[in-house]
């Protein structure tokens, strides 16, 4: 479920600049694709594309075959889950920051969801370590933490897509591991959309797309891409 395809898009903010140059790609359903490349090459576009939060100005892209311009941006944001580089969470418990992710969830579901996510240990604590209205003291959370709750939240919301948008580089590297291995659980056959800046942090990932400029420079397995650098 979840497939996608991009078909020679092409895309700009401003006419005069082009961000993306004909970019052709699937992720199979159940599949991971990793788009790598330097900063500012559209990466962060792509996926803002696929929420459709811009329309492309030639080309397509489908999900499940069907074209996006003929989907809200609604229901691409329930079919689509994201785990941004740095999630900003609410002022509210952490519980309350993972049942975002369906609000129609049970406790003993939110509850599931952080003990996978192992953060069960601190559901009922806030976030941001000081609450001024109750005047009651929670936890700061450190980014690895944050990346646990938005990976929580993921795992609730159970979504057909998922994007990962740099979600571990902000963290050192004993962290980024961590995360890594939660990730790699939430998105083992779904399909999995993952950008990223090296090509060290997706191994794992059953295509690889550099995109320089926004054109594909090269794509292959991590194993296909070693060979020709
Ligand atoms: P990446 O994720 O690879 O770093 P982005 O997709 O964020 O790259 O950005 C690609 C290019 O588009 C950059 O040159 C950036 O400055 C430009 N860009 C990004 N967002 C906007 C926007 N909202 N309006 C105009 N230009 C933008
Ligand atoms: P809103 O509060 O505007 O409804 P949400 O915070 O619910 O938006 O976001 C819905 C989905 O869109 C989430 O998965 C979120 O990560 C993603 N999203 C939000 N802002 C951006 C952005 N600038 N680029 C890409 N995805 C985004």
Wanted: aromatic share 6%; no cysteine.
């Amino acid at each position: 479920q979840g497939a996608i395809s991009f078909k020679d898009v092409h895309f700009a903010y401003d006419p005069a600049r082009p961000i993306l140059k004909g970019i052709s790609f699937d992720v199979p359903a159940g599949k991971t694709v990793a788009i790598v490349g330097p900063s500012g090459a559209g990466k962060s576009t792509m996926s803002r594309l696929l929420y459709r939060f811009y329309d492309i100005q030639s080309g397509s892209i489908t999900v499940d075959g069907q074209d996006v311009r003929g989907v809200t941006q609604k229901s691409l944001r329930t079919a689509i889950g994201m785990v941004p580089q740095d999630t900003v969470l609410f002022n509210d418990t952490v519980a309350y920051n993972i049942r975002y992710g369906r609000p129609s969830a049970t406790e003993a579901e939110v509850k599931t969801a952080a003990e996978v996510a192992q953060i069960a240990h601190f559901i009922d604590l806030l976030p941001e370590g000081f609450d001024t209205m109750v005047g009651e003291r929670g936890l700061k959370l450190s980014g690895g933490e944050k990346q646990r709750v938005a990976i929580a939240r993921t795992i609730l919301k159970a979504p057909p897509i998922l994007i990962l948008d740099e979600a571990t580089s902000a963290l050192d590297t004993t962290t980024e591991r961590e995360i890594q291995t939660a990730l790699d659980v939430v998105s083992k056959n779904r399909t999995t959309l993952v950008i990223a800046h090296r090509l060290s942090t997706v191994i794992s990932a059953d295509e690889i797309i550099v995109l320089k400029s926004g054109e594909i420079a090269e794509r292959g397995t991590h194993a296909e891409l070693l060979l020709k650098n």
